[in-house]
């Protein structure tokens, strides 16, 4: 069986190490993977470094497309894609999460006929002025094989009339005037199958333990911080959001460290955003550790010895819960449900109040009960297992 993965973003490269070392480990002799990076993401500490540290293979094509408007940047995505597909030819296209990368592959592909997997699949914030949630409906309505991290995602997919049952088991059906049980476009399988996510944090825990030293080098060992990420568009890009999200951090800086691992989007709006003194603030204060963005085993290290992390990333606020932290989340609404459900997440949005009564309350409740929500380490082996299957009776 031959697939192709899209990769493009931060997030889809960390993720993609799950399924490749999954196939490195047990189906080198089943499955060729062909790696296509679009270009989306390109300074080395946004894409080499994850190459370098967790084991991806080179990819075999690299798009190039770099940064533009969403139109540009997700056309000339389409048209590398396309190419590649035609030149390939494999029995499956494998696409994660929501980026734009992810919704040039998802339209591209669907246009000439190659079966989509789509890894992360369900997932609604049920905010359509998010770019996120656009690409991310339009990927899994053109998906073939759809898997669901989560059992909120598994909902969703049921409420837009995928066919699952009461019991969360998808009634895949023979599809009108079809002879065979295949999945289609038309006639999708959905599993819900636990978090790739997880599958890599837990591989690379120990792992980040040995091999970084960040909490050295940033003298963290006996100092309690806050790790803290920002790079949403509806954050960066809206100068009093920004200038709140900040503010409640400088306020916080004086009763805890704080650490921010700056995202090239936010490095860049900052300086046009925030005002000069709240930026002199910011980057004078020895109580806030301004960073450029980090590897991922730098990342895990930080997240495991945070005593609370304030993220508006998808990525970082499951891994704070991955790893028993309490996280304010910077977004009025998730996609991860589960994790305010619980109680060790707290939606704060932009609002310098409720960020700060969010670490009020985590500081007198400290969270102690984080159920398994996100599978039990071994997605990647699972949607193989499954794309095998179903590449087998086709
Ligand atoms: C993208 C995704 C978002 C994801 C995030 C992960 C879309 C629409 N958005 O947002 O869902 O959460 O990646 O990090 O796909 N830049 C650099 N160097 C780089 C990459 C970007 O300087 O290597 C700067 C450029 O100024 C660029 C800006 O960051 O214009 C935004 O990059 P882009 O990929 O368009 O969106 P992200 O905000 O990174
Ligand atoms: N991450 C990283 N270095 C950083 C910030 C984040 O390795 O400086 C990792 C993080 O651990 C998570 C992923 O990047 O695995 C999340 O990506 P991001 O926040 O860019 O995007 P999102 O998940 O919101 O789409």
Not at 212 to 236: E, G, M, V, Y
Request: charged share 20%.
């Amino acid at each position: 069986m031959k697939i192709v993965t899209i990769i493009g973003a931060r997030p889809q490269i960390i993720k993609a190490a799950a399924l490749s070392r999954a196939i490195k480990t047990h189906y080198t002799d089943r499955i060729q993977e062909v790696l296509v990076h679009t270009g989306q993401h390109y300074d080395d500490n946004m894409s080499q470094v994850f190459f370098d540290e967790l084991g991806i293979p080179h990819p075999d094509y690299n798009l190039h497309v770099g940064s533009a408007s969403h139109g540009v940047q997700t056309a000339r995505m389409m048209e590398g894609i396309e190419e590649t597909l035609l030149k390939e030819l494999p029995d499956f296209i494998v696409l994660y999460g929501d980026t734009n990368s992810t919704l040039a592959g998802a339209v591209a592909a669907a246009k000439i006929h190659v079966p989509i997997v789509h890894i992360e699949a369900g997932l609604r914030s049920f905010n359509k002025s998010m770019p996120e949630e656009i690409n991310r409906i339009m990927c899994d309505h053109c998906s073939t094989l759809l898997f669901t991290p989560t059992k909120a995602g598994l909902e969703n997919l049921k409420r837009e009339g995928f066919p699952i049952d009461e019991n969360g088991v998808s009634t895949f059906r023979q599809a009108q005037g079809s002879t065979t049980a295949t999945p289609t476009i038309d006639n999708p399988k959905v599993y819900h199958c636990g978090d790739i996510m997880y599958d890599n944090s837990m591989h690379f825990a120990s792992i980040a333990e040995e091999k970084t030293d960040i909490i050295q080098r940033l003298d963290l060992a006996d100092k309690p911080f806050i790790l803290a990420t920002i790079h949403r568009d509806s954050n960066t890009d809206n100068p009093e959001r920004l200038s709140a999200i900040f503010k409640s951090l400088i306020q916080l800086s004086e009763e805890c460290h704080v650490v921010l691992p700056l995202h090239p989007r936010t490095a860049k709006l900052i300086k046009t955003n925030l005002s000069e003194d709240q930026q002199k603030q910011i980057f004078n204060s020895p109580n806030i550790s301004l960073i450029p963005p980090v590897s991922f085993l730098e990342m895990i290290a930080l997240e495991r010895h945070a005593q609370l992390v304030m993220t508006d990333s998808g990525g970082v606020q499951k891994e704070s819960y991955f790893f028993k932290k309490p996280c304010i989340i910077l977004r009025p609404e998730t996609e991860w449900v589960e994790i305010v459900q619980t109680g060790n997440a707290i939606l704060a949005d932009a609002d310098e109040s409720r960020i700060i009564q969010a670490w009020q309350h985590f500081k007198d409740n400290p969270p102690t009960t984080f159920p398994e929500i996100f599978g039990d380490g071994h997605a990647a082996e699972f949607m193989l297992e499954q794309m095998l299957f179903t590449n087998a009776i086709k």
